[in-house]
């Protein structure tokens, strides 16, 4: 049971070889694992910064519908500013908001005003938020209606660049 010497170095060079190859298919698995961490660490970081968009949509669109009520403190606000939009794409901080009103004439007049339906949005990067709230006349100013906010929701797109 003799073995030449160049059978012995033959099977020893089929295991550094089989060895060889297990250490770059072990190196290749760990690679693919680690990129796909980090690939999901991404989209994470994506949707965490689109619910932050759309928390800041939420709050720009209700401070357009607030502004909506500041200008109905001043006399004569149903005659110079009317249905129609009273607010396009203001900067606010980083987003935009925009504010349209319309005179509800088919409605009762209180104290000499009809009430109002203010549609309030607010945009902060891919998010869109809109308010529909309408306003009564009470006691000389403008008071919302009970049960009549309605939150429109444009769920952003996520794009993974």
Not at 31 to 39: A, D, N, Q, R, V
Request: glycine content about 12%; aromatic content about 6%; some cysteine.
């Amino acid at each position: 049971m003799n073995r030449s010497k160049s059978s012995l170095l033959a099977g020893r060079h089929r295991r550094l070889g089989t060895t060889y190859v297990l250490l770059i298919s072990t190196a290749m698995l760990v690679t693919i694992i680690g990129l796909g961490s980090i690939s999901i660490a991404r989209v994470e970081h994506r949707g965490a910064l689109d619910n932050q968009d759309s928390v800041k949509a939420r709050a720009m669109a209700q401070s357009a519908i607030e502004w909506g009520f500041l200008m109905t403190r001043f006399a004569g606000w149903q005659s110079f500013m009317g249905t129609g939009s009273w607010l396009t794409d203001e900067t606010l901080g980083n987003g935009t908001i925009s504010l349209d009103a319309t005179i509800l004439t088919g409605q009762p007049i209180v104290d000499g005003l009809f009430p109002v339906m203010f549609v309030g949005k607010g945009q902060c990067g891919n998010a869109i938020h809109r308010v529909e709230v309408t306003a009564i006349p009470l006691d000389g100013g403008m008071a919302v209606d009970p049960g009549t906010w309605k939150h429109v929701i444009s769920t952003p797109i996520i794009i993974v660049k």
